[in-house]
C-alpha cells in the first residue's frame, strides 16, 4: 500500500526556515512527479512546488518563488521542501503528493494520486 509521510513542521517566527520532509514507501517513487501542496484554514488546497521524477524539472507557486526549495532524494524515496524567509501568510497545512509514474508536474491537486496526512507549518509575525 501507498504511503505518504510529512514532517519537519513547526512554529516559527517570520523569517525564519523550516525544512519539510515527504517519506514514500509501498512502492518505488523514483519515476513519479512529485508535489508539495498547502491548505491554509477557510481556503482552497494550492500548489506549492513541484519536481519531475529526475529532478531536471522544478515548478513553483509565485508566492513562494526564491524562498523555497523542492528537492528529492530518490535512493531514500524522499522529497524535501525547503522554506526559508518564512511569512505569516504561509501558515497552513502542508502536503505532500504523488502522481502515477511517468506522468510530468502539474499544479493542480486532482492529478495527484497518493496523498500524505499534511504537517502544520505556523508563522507568527
Known amino acids: 500500500q501507498v504511503r505518504l509521510v510529512e514532517s519537519g513542521g513547526g512554529l516559527v517566527q517570520a523569517g525564519g526556515s523550516l525544512r519539510l520532509s515527504c517519506a514514500a514507501s509501498g512502492r518505488t517513487f523514483t519515476n513519479t512527479a512529485m508535489g508539495w501542496f498547502r491548505q491554509a484554514p477557510g481556503k482552497e488546497r494550492e500548489f506549492v512546488a513541484g519536481?519531475?521524477?529526475?529532478?531536471?524539472?522544478?515548478n513553483y507557486a509565485d508566492s513562494v518563488k526564491g524562498r523555497f526549495t523542492i528537492s528529492r532524494a530518490n535512493a531514500r524515496n524522499t522529497v524535501y521542501l525547503q522554506m526559508n524567509s518564512l511569512k505569516p501568510e504561509d501558515t497552513a497545512v502542508y502536503y505532500c503528493?504523488?502522481?502515477?509514474?511517468?506522468?510530468?508536474?502539474?499544479?493542480?491537486?486532482?492529478?495527484?494520486?497518493?496523498w500524505g496526512q499534511g504537517t502544520q507549518v505556523t508563522v507568527s509575525s
Open positions: 519536481i519531475s521524477w529526475s529532478s531536471s524539472s522544478t
Open positions: 503528493a504523488a502522481r502515477r509514474p511517468y506522468l510530468g508536474i502539474t499544479t493542480h491537486p486532482t492529478d495527484y494520486d497518493y
